[in-house]
């Protein structure tokens, strides 16, 4: 797996958009960006997953700029709910499936 | 559910006791891993699937852990004679293919908290 660097914490309020960044100079070719979720006391939970430029799903987006360098994942509009840590993983593919997280991104969502 | 399902959820018994945690994968995911994490540790993989072969069994930390995939579907991780230092939860996730496949992404069970005592 590729080095990732993102942000230990974020704090945010109900009804704003959360974006997380996450850097990842060294990633390959054929590597794809996947984001997961992991609240307390669950297993991690898969959010998105991109190659390049964006993509969207009922959850979240993914912005991967040209270079591919780096990733956003953005939440719209979050809720209470929406508080916890997440995960950014650079190449899951061949022999890349023994995942490893990092400390991810604890976000907070306040009232 | 259309998740990957676990059981039990909790489990507490006695050091030197054996047990036997289940995983049941998303239907037709043909490639199924195990990992292990610790109280505010990361992952660490224990096991890998592909079918009903083990591939890569080379996290399982000792002789006293194993696993076995029937029908290509569901897998067990046995732990004989616990100890203490088994005690954390035991995570199970699913790909629709295996290792080989670069976009496939691993969707996880809510684990299986085990206690030592």
């Known amino acids: 797996l590729a080095k990732t660097t993102q942000p230990i914490s974020m704090d945010s309020y109900e009804g704003q958009e959360v974006n997380i960044t996450c850097s990842h100079n060294?990633?390959?070719?054929?590597?794809?960006i996947t984001w997961y979720q992991q609240f307390p006391s669950q297993g991690p939970r898969f959010i998105i997953q991109?190659?390049?430029t964006k993509v969207t799903n009922e959850v979240a987006s993914l912005f991967i700029p040209a270079d591919r360098k780096s990733s956003t994942l953005s939440l719209p509009r979050v809720s209470l709910s929406d508080t916890a840590v997440y995960y950014c993983l650079v190449g899951v593919g061949l022999n890349d499936y023994k995942l490893s997280f990092g400390a991810g991104t604890t976000v907070t969502v306040r009232a | 559910g259309a998740g990957v399902s676990q059981s039990p959820s909790n489990k507490v018994t006695e050091k030197g006791k054996d047990v036997e945690l289940r995983c049941d994968p998303i239907s037709g995911h043909t490639a199924l891993y195990w990992y292990r994490q610790r109280l505010g540790q990361g992952l660490e993989f224990l096991i890998y699937?592909?079918?009903?072969?083990?591939?890569?069994k080379s996290g399982l930390p000792s002789d006293r852990f194993s696993a076995e995939r029937t029908g290509e579907s569901v897998s067990t991780l046995t732990i004989q004679r616990t100890q203490q230092e088994d005690s954390a939860v035991y995570l199970c996730a699913s790909s629709l293919t295996g290792a080989a496949a670069n976009n496939q992404p691993q969707h996880f069970g809510d684990g299986t908290r085990l206690s030592i005592l």
């Open positions: 060294n990633i390959a070719t054929n590597d794809y």
């Open positions: 699937f592909q079918g009903n072969s083990a591939p890569d």
């Open positions: 991109g190659y390049k």
